[in-house]
């Protein structure tokens, strides 16, 4: 199963629903994830783990996946779908963290003689609305949906790596990446190689 985002296909459980079927549908030794993506949505990545590793239960089939340029932030989550994980010594790896980002334009248009008209029902409606000054409690509430995503990043990386991981939370889960030689010696992946090399083996 090939999942990338790269090149503007994006992970989503609607797009690869189909293909996990297909592959746990047939007398297999083995499923392999390639997965070539910077993230996205941590809901589909979590929902198509999900749907893989129920497969992989009920059939007895395991599962190997494998990085190839990349697979940070929602490519890793998806990643852990498998039992064994594997990257390119250049792979880029990691990424567990949460970013949401956007832009504030109320000042542009004050000087562009616009004026914007909202009507809406309910008071946070408006949430982080681009086109008003900032509002630190709307920051605050997105840093809690935040930090809520990011726990449950961290617990699912740790529920499939269980003690692999070689280096303290701190290192692991901020949001940095790694190459596939380190992600290796902090326990993120399991080894360096293809799915050919790995095969053969």
């Not at 970013?99 to 914007?116: N, P, T, V």
Request: with cysteine.
């Amino acid at each position: 199963i090939a999942a990338g985002g790269l090149a503007g296909r994006g992970i989503s459980l609607a797009a690869y629903e189909p293909l996990v079927r297909r592959a746990f549908s047939k007398r297999v030794k083995a499923v392999a994830l390639l997965i070539n993506s910077p993230g996205g949505s941590p809901v589909q990545s979590a929902q198509l783990a999900g749907l893989i590793r129920t497969f992989a239960q009920d059939k007895k089939v395991p599962v190997l996946s494998f990085a190839e340029d990349v697979a940070a932030s929602g490519g890793y989550w998806l990643a852990l779908a498998g039992d064994e994980i594997y990257a390119d010594p250049m792979s880029i790896v990691g990424s567990i963290g949460v970013i949401s980002a956007g832009f504030g334009a109320h000042e542009l248009l004050a000087k562009i003689g616009i004026e914007r008209r909202v009507y809406a029902q309910g008071d946070n409606k408006g949430l982080l609305d681009p086109f008003k000054p900032e509002d630190p409690k709307d920051v605050e509430k997105l840093k809690a949906i935040q930090a809520d995503i990011h726990t449950q990043f961290i617990n699912f990386v740790k529920d499939r790596r269980a003690l692999k991981l070689n280096a303290d939370d701190d290192t692991l889960f901020n949001g940095d990446i790694w190459t596939g030689t380190r992600a290796k010696e902090l326990g993120l992946i399991d080894g360096l190689g293809t799915l050919r090399s790995v095969c053969r083996r």
